[in-house]
């Protein structure tokens, strides 16, 4: 029942009049959500595609952040890993590799496997020599690599490999330690 300032018990006074005038000025209630509906899932379908257009975490060309008047932090943190896990036969692999927060360096990845005898005929194969599958590009302290695609397929099996780590001064790119991070790659 609506509010009656004249408070009359059968409906039948001038408020009801108005009531209908003001409705009919009024746009219905529900249009307003739904425009604002509208509109959130259309700003949501444009950063979906702003943020599938490539490998998150690299660049190639300049740095996100102004890191002239950067202070050098002597420590550099270097994620490791026991192991990874791939799909056999497909391009792209996903993954994690990443520059942690604290570092003020540049990360360069590259996933590298080592050549080792050949067990199966027990000969000697390319024992020594090592097999880069991916590099990545400069990747800035806080930044993530989500997929990867290697320079060459793999056949299921498990695999030495090294994470090869090159650190590089935020201020010039001069390089800085390194780090080789040991693991065994999974292929199923």
Request: charged residues 30%.
């Amino acid at each position: 029942m609506r509010y009656c300032p004249a408070e009359c018990r059968y409906g039948s006074c001038e408020c009801d009049a108005r009531w209908g005038e003001i409705q009919k000025g009024r746009e219905p209630m529900n249009r307003k959500p739904n425009i604002l509906a509208a509109f959130l899932i259309a700003l949501l379908f444009l950063g979906t595609l702003a943020g599938c257009s490539g490998d998150a975490g690299t660049f190639s060309g300049k740095p996100k952040k102004d890191y002239s008047n950067i202070e050098m932090n002597p420590n550099i943190a270097i994620p490791g890993y026991e192991s990874l896990e791939f799909k056999v036969g497909k391009e792209k692999q996903s993954v994690d590799f990443y520059n942690p927060d604290e570092n003020t360096c540049f990360f360069r990845i590259s996933l590298v496997i080592k050549d080792e005898t050949d067990t199966a005929n027990g000969e000697e194969g390319n024992a020594g020599e090592e097999t880069v599958l991916w590099t990545s590009d400069m990747i800035e302290p806080g930044e993530h690599v989500k997929s990867i695609k290697f320079d060459k397929e793999l056949e299921s099996g498990e695999y030495a490999a090294i994470l090869k780590y090159e650190c590089f001064s935020l201020k010039d790119k001069t390089p800085l330690n390194g780090s080789n991070v040991e693991l065994t790659l999974n292929v199923n």
